[in-house]
């Protein structure tokens, strides 16, 4: 219940981002209207043999706004995203959620970062909290999702396989860009032979929950939401790194940036972990990397599954770490008399009982992954220094 005294702050600080948010917008989609808004772009749907134009997603060279301007537009534009629930419910309902406001406002990583923004060590608070219940709770089911249609696509070429492992098989491996990049393109090219979308009502429901499942990584409200919604919501949500990509690139680069804005722009693209603490010359290296595999190109487009996939694989944390030395303190099957036991008891029986050989096996194999981990962590964050 900390988080009450923020509240009336924290929603004056909202509603005044919010005048400049829309403010920001309306020159942003004046600029949108002026060219196609269906130009042929990247794809988050995969076509069937029915050719179509799909919304594009591609920046806008030379845009008349301010990239510290535009910055603060894409930040505000995720806290829209974290206040369309709560608000939605209090304006349907007259009113009623508004008894709920403690148990929202104890929901750290439900609240806009405006709320936080009065420090960097409060905001970076928030956002380990953010990171934990939202990014890496949902990057398993969306990254294994897409990663199960990707991989029919790249099946029969073999050379895309270290690619397509490195953003599929957890955040440790090393991940070249330019070869995402190129399994990308191939997989643009393949587009066609979609077959889990070949039938119309199986094709609906699939592409309904692949959308879900991206909208729930990326912190964005999806209930009762349809396919074409959220897919224009995906859209928009793209459109807008891609365009501040290119304002960085075109008014300073990285060097224009301080270290706590650099790492909030890793983050917003997922990235970044909070956790991780990364330095400087490893977020540098993570945006170029980043702005490799999303630059355009004419005529060769990268699928927004694929980017997805490459922005999961930051936060997809190993599944065998499920079970640690700490789950031996509690019985797998408790009883009534097993709850009238001290826990201490209850591992020296267990530890000592029938299956005394199987147990210890057990421990040292756990003590082995947890430390097999550890180097490669090290290794890994070693790699990027």
């Not at 706004?65 to 535009?70: L, V």
């Not at 909030?264 to 595999?293: F, P, S, V, Y």
């Not at 190109?297 to 079970?323: C, N, S, W």
Request: net charge negative; proline share 4%.
């Amino acid at each position: 219940m900390a988080n009450l005294a923020q509240v009336p702050g924290g929603l004056a600080k909202f509603v005044s981002n919010f005048g400049k948010y829309r403010s920001v917008g309306a020159q942003y989609k004046k600029a949108l209207n002026a060219g196609s808004q269906y130009e042929y772009g990247y794809s988050y749907y995969y076509q069937t043999h029915v050719p179509c134009e799909v919304q594009g997603v591609i920046p806008i060279s030379g845009l008349q706004i301010k990239r510290e301007d535009f910055t603060h537009y894409a930040e505000t534009a995720q806290d829209v995203d974290r206040m369309v629930a709560p608000t939605a419910w209090t304006l349907l309902t007259g009113g009623l959620p508004i008894f709920a406001l403690p148990f929202w406002a104890n929901a750290t990583h439900k609240l806009p970062a405006c709320f936080f923004d009065g420090s960097e060590e409060s905001y970076k608070t928030w956002g380990k909290i953010k990171d934990q219940e939202v990014a890496i709770k949902h990057a398993g089911v969306a990254n294994n999702t897409h990663m199960r249609y990707l991989e029919y696509f790249i099946s029969g070429e073999p050379k895309f396989n270290e690619a397509f492992d490195s953003i599929a098989d957890g955040f440790t491996a090393a991940k070249d860009p330019q070869a995402i990049r190129e399994m990308g393109h191939f997989i643009h090219e393949m587009r066609t032979c979609s077959i889990p979308l070949i039938t119309a009502h199986a094709s609906s429901w699939l592409r309904g929950r692949e959308h879900m499942e991206a909208a729930a990584f990326l912190g964005k409200p999806f209930l009762f939401m349809n396919v074409k919604t959220l897919n224009g919501r995906l859209v928009d949500h793209y459109r807008i790194l891609f365009q501040e990509d290119v304002l960085i690139q075109e008014n300073g680069g990285v060097e224009s940036l301080n270290d706590f804005e650099l790492y909030k722009i890793c983050n917003r693209r997922h990235i970044a972990r909070w956790e991780d603490e990364l330095t400087r010359d490893q977020l540098i290296g993570r945006l170029n990397n980043w702005w490799a595999l999303t630059a355009h190109e004419e005529g060769k487009h990268v699928p927004l599954r694929v980017i997805l996939m490459y922005q999961t694989a930051h936060f997809k944390d190993p599944g065998f770490l499920d079970e640690t030395l700490d789950s031996l303190d509690t019985d797998a099957f408790p009883t009534s008399m097993d709850y009238a036991k001290d826990a201490f008891v209850r591992r020296l029986e267990f530890e000592n009982g029938p299956l005394e050989e199987q147990v210890r096996a057990h421990v040292k194999l756990l003590q082995q992954r947890e430390e097999e981990l550890k180097n490669e962590r090290t290794k890994f964050l070693a790699k990027e220094a």
